[in-house]
């Protein structure tokens, strides 16, 4: 098993919900887990210095426990896109900081599930995005697709864009973030384009459901596409 990089097809595609589930299958998998989230803008400013729920909610799930800031190098207050948030307190993200603090988490866990900041090709300082954080990681990817009206093409976007950066997309998870007429529709289009297997069709949550539920992982490390 190797690590996972989680990607979205924008913001609030559910992310973190996928991160979450994959980190919980994993652990029932007898694996050591441990979450990233090496950049987040819009954290809360508590006693103990930046938090970003993302972040917090990947290591509760976890059940390899880390210092905060390892997980998660790079915090900002505002939530603004990543490069502007680093710019305005005169921060420069450094993709060899995440990479040390990813080789560090990656001795103590079986699998790290990291999760980007927005969609693949987010800014990140004024040379690289998201996708090179994916690239200097040497990651598999997992794509979550917000599953609404405009997405077809924001994922078929991703999916060129993850293959043009060298790196395999390992599966994607269509996401019903909101109820959806043409969901059906939808997801058969995405399924007949994407040459990746759908882990998983994840419905509009109740406070009952569990994402988990909803994706199968299987054997990741067998899906080469
Ligand atoms: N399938 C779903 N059903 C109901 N609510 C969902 C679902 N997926 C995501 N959400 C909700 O939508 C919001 C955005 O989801 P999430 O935080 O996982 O997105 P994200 O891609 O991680 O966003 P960010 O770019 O901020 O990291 C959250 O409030 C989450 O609880
Ligand atoms: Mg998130």
Redesign the pocket.
Known sequence: MTSLFVT?T???????????ALIDLLKQQGLRVAGM?PI?S?CELTEVGLRN??AMQLAQHANVHLPYDMINPYAFQP?IAPHIAAEQVNVAIDLDVIKHNFEQIQQQADVVVV????GWLVPINQQHTIADIASILNLPVIL?V?IRLGCINHALLSVNAIAQSGLRLVGWVA????SNNEQDEIIATLKQRINAPCLGI????TAQ?D?KDYIELGDLSSKNC
Do not use: I, M, R
């Not at 924008?10 to 979450?20: E, I, P």
């Not at 996401?175 to 909101?178: D, E, L, R």
């Open positions: 979205g924008d913001t609030d595609a559910g992310k973190t919900v996928v991160s979450v989230k987040a819009g729920d993302d939530a999760e980007g900041a927005g979550v917000a996401n019903s973030v909101t994840v419905p509009t949550l459901q994402a």
